[in-house]
């Protein structure tokens, strides 16, 4: 098959829900694998479903190298075969990928890169398909400020600076990696499971007299419940 009629990834783009939807559903030997696809390298990690009780597993990284094939710059064929042994070894039942929005809620150059690299991974059945499917995660949860017209207010505001270099200032070239994304992941669609985590760590710690860390922000738990979980509910 020529590059040019190959498939592209958003045929197989799902919702976040989505593959949580299929995580509940083989809980019981499914896993979640997230991707951060870097300027180098791809990183990744490996999550089962939080009733599991497992960590999350960071697998080791795979450095991106590339060739020349049909006057196109693709993926070298051991990175596909590295990703394949990776879906089947864990039972993959769907991917995550690090979604590298600008702040201002705009897709930029990190985005297309990332759709370009997915596009490659897609040529592989064996790697994404219908029954695993991708979805774009940005852990930073970044909205779009625009208007109506298509004004953002915040580029109204004056500023001080004599000079502004965007590419370093403005764009984000990286997502958040792998296990961060993973993590962010579950705390937006297993709360419960993050909460009860948290209250056990809260009766250790008062039983030893040792503070522990908070898992969630309480301002965001205070969000999520009165708003999310509602919304939640109505999609289900």
């Not at 990744?44 to 939080?50: E, I, Y």
């Not at 949860?141 to 600076?161: C, I, M």
Request: aromatic content about 6%; charged content about 20%; glycine content about 6%.
């Amino acid at each position: 098959m020529s590059l040019a009629m190959a498939p592209n990834v958003t045929k197989f783009l799902a919702a976040p829900g989505k593959i949580a939807h299929a995580l509940d559903w083989r809980k019981q030997a499914g896993s979640v694998l997230s991707l951060h696809i870097g300027t180098h390298s791809i990183d990744l990690a490996v999550t089962t479903h939080p009733s599991m009780k497992n960590p999350i597993q960071s697998l080791p990284s795979i450095p991106i190298e590339s060739e020349t094939r049909g006057n196109q710059k693709v993926l070298k064929r051991h990175i596909l075969e590295e990703l394949s042994s990776i879906v089947e070894d864990w039972k993959v039942c769907g991917m995550v990928v690090s979604w590298p929005v600008q702040k201002e809620g705009w897709c930029g150059a990190p985005c297309g890169k990332v759709l370009h690299t997915l596009d490659q991974l897609v040529q592989d059945s064996s790697i994404v398909s219908s029954s695993r499917p991708v979805c774009l995660w940005d852990g930073h949860h970044f909205l779009n400020t625009e208007d109506e017209w298509g004004r953002v207010a915040l580029y109204g505001v004056p500023s001080q600076k004599l000079e502004h270099r965007a590419s370093k200032e403005q764009y984000r070239e990286e997502g958040m990696v792998a296990a961060d994304i993973a993590k962010d992941y579950i705390r937006h669609h297993w709360p419960e499971f993050v909460m009860n985590l948290e209250r056990k760590q809260s009766e250790k710690a008062a039983s030893t007299g040792k503070p522990k860390g908070l898992l969630l922000d309480p301002k965001w738990l205070n969000a999520y419940t009165k708003f999310a979980m509602p919304a939640k509910a109505s999609l289900c």
